[in-house]
């Protein structure tokens, strides 16, 4: 288990969407140093009951944790159960993969999510579509254009679940 602090850092430095706030951080070592960090929450979406979400999962960059993944996983699987939780929520960002790291480790396919996600860009950073929320009698789209941003989109996610009972 890691404080909020290291286990924020690491993330900010390695996942391509920084840390995200988490009730509580995992990481692994190797000789002492932090080569992996997985955080979990409470879920975002409500129809999922009694289960955390994984928020985030990165690895030291430009390094291979050979079964990093299922090591992070089952450790934090085992720490929900005895938290009284049944399982683990998580999404796969389909442009990076198709969430084959999951089934490897034990999570069944839900499905994938309906809508297409989106984030603003100014060209150099990337910020999340909250921060650019109908404001003022401004749509979102005209308040964003008023900021100077413009919107990406993404390729949608692939829902898993691991819990004794899916």
Not at 73 to 90: A, M, P, S
Not at 102 to 108: L, V
Not at 157 to 162: P, T
Request: glycine share 10%; net charge positive; aromatic share 12%.
């Amino acid at each position: 288990k890691l404080n909020s602090i290291d286990g924020r850092l690491f993330l900010a430095k390695t996942h391509i969407d920084g840390a995200a706030n988490s009730k509580v951080y995992f990481g692994l070592r190797h000789d002492n140093t932090l080569v992996a960090v997985i955080s979990v929450r409470a879920v975002q979406a409500k129809k999922y009951s009694n289960v955390l979400e994984i928020s985030r999962m990165a690895f030291v960059n430009n390094a291979i944790v050979r079964g990093g993944a299922s090591k992070m996983i089952k450790h934090v699987y085992e720490w929900c159960r005895n938290q009284g939780y049944d399982g683990l929520l998580t999404y796969a960002d389909l442009r990076f993969g198709t969430g084959n790291v999951y089934e490897a480790c034990g999570f069944k396919c839900l499905g994938d999510t309906t809508s297409i996600n989106y984030w603003y860009t100014d060209g150099t950073r990337r910020f999340h579509r909250f921060t650019y929320r109908a404001q003022a009698g401004l749509s979102e789209t005209l308040y964003a254009a008023s900021q100077n941003v413009r919107p990406i989109f993404g390729a949608g996610n692939r829902i898993y679940m691991l819990r004794d009972k899916v």
